[in-house]
């Protein structure tokens, strides 16, 4: 079936330092592909999304790009903030359809 | 816009007694959908309505759960009866078109003892 695999967590980071947070996914077809951003006692917001492959989301210095030959969709950021500390969920979609489908999400915390 | 609204923030309630949370989607939005999250399986998706109408109730656990949604601005998910395992955070969002860019609430903080 469809299902999004996310590297475990936490990862714990200092301030600046590059981020990688792992995503693929198992689906037939082409799916959108998303990274949710969930802060302390809040509910998920979007981050970025890609909706086709070898397309780029960004946001916010975070970065993924959708790659069909490894069926991936890595979360990187080039130097993170103690504000970034949160959980990231990847997730997928099928267009024409309203079910998104997430990972179990990744706990980023980081250090000043 | 306040966004989703979610009611009540916390709940704690005894195994047996029914449960009932509520959901304000944002004006406008046409898509409502129901979250259960926890530490064992992350986010599951409940059941889903678009125009007020449940689409793909799956994701409901057992008959003890029931959603509905009488109108574009008010959606219930009711536990009758909870137990223990029912402990999770419940998170309602909603959307403009489908899956494309969801907007959560708050979510409620369901204990059950």
């Known amino acids: 079936g469809n299902s999004v695999t996310q590297m475990e967590g936490p990862v714990t980071l200092s301030e600046e330092a590059f981020l990688t947070i792992n995503c693929t996914y198992t689906?037939?077809?082409?799916?959108?592909l998303f990274w949710y951003v969930q802060y302390p006692g809040e509910g998920l917001q979007l981050l970025l999304k890609a909706t086709k492959a070898d397309d780029k989301g960004s946001n916010k210095g975070f970065e993924a790009t959708y790659r069909k030959e490894t069926t991936s969709f890595h979360l990187e950021k080039g130097s993170v903030q103690v504000s970034d500390s949160a959980v990231y969920f990847c997730?997928?979609?099928?267009?024409?359809?309203?079910?998104?489908?997430f990972g179990t999400g990744t706990r980023l915390q980081v250090f000043p | 816009d306040a966004g989703v609204i979610q009611s009540p923030r916390h709940e704690v309630t005894e195994m047996g007694q029914e449960v009932t949370l509520r959901c304000k989607p944002i004006?406008?939005?046409?898509?409502l959908f129901w979250y259960r999250q926890t530490m064992m399986r992350g986010l599951e998706l409940l059941i889903y309505f678009n125009n007020n109408v449940p689409i793909d109730d799956s994701g409901m656990p057992e008959d003890r759960f029931s959603a509905k949604m009488p109108n574009a601005s008010f959606s219930t998910l009711k536990i009758q009866p909870s137990e223990p395992r029912d402990s999770a955070v419940y998170f309602c969002?909603?959307?403009?078109?489908?899956?494309?860019?969801?907007?959560f609430g708050s979510g409620t903080q369901l204990s059950v003892l």
């Open positions: 997730a997928l979609a099928w267009r024409n359809t309203d079910k998104l489908i």
């Open positions: 689906a037939t077809g082409y799916p959108s």
């Open positions: 969002a909603s959307s403009l078109r489908g899956a494309e860019k969801l907007f």
């Open positions: 004006s406008g939005h046409n898509s």
